[in-house]
């Protein structure tokens, strides 16, 4: 890539950052979206955030780790917001190749060890393709035939998880997100999906 095309490509990366700041709340929150967004992009493999803070802070990379867990861990802000701000960037130059021609739904699993992991459970997980300890994201995308965008996403949450007040207290569940109880795990997805659905088919 030339000179220009990288200064261009890293004007776009810092408005797509000035955007998603603008709906994350504090102001202090900016320098460690950027360091995250940074980390996922750089690291190959495994993206938790002790490789991340190596890679975007090599010379405090101690206090860089604090720093991003306390981002992540202690993050208040609106999921959906986030999403929407995101769709309001990027759908445009998505739909600039063509109109929209796919809703997808699909399901994710993350394998996971151990059980405080939030949402983790043993489940049903497509990545091993047997059922295992993980989590489980639902997501709804819109796609043409040059990319694809994520437009709601959330976890699922699995029914051990809602008989469990004090697993919930320590992660931060509100008592009113609820479990699937008979529901599939696409219904856990529908709060995001109709605002989404509203906003793409105007």
Known sequence: MSGRGTKTSEM??????????SVIGHADRK???RDYCVGLMACGGRKSV???AAVTAPERTAAQHQSLLHFV??????DEKVLSKVREMVLPAIERH???EAWIIDDTGFPKQ????VRVAR????QLGKQDSCQVAVSLSIANHHASLPVAYRLYLPKEWTEDCDRRRKVGIPKSASGPSRRSRWSSCSGPVRPAFRAVSC
């Open 12 to 21: 776009r990366f810092a408005a797509y950052l000035e955007g998603l700041a």
């Open 31 to 33: 320098a460690p979206l």
């Open 50 to 52: 002790e490789p991340m």
């Open 73 to 78: 861990g202690s993050g208040t802000w609106s």
């Open 98 to 100: 063509g109109p929209i």
């Open 114 to 117: 151990g059980r405080h992991s």
């Open 123 to 126: 489940q049903y997980c497509g």
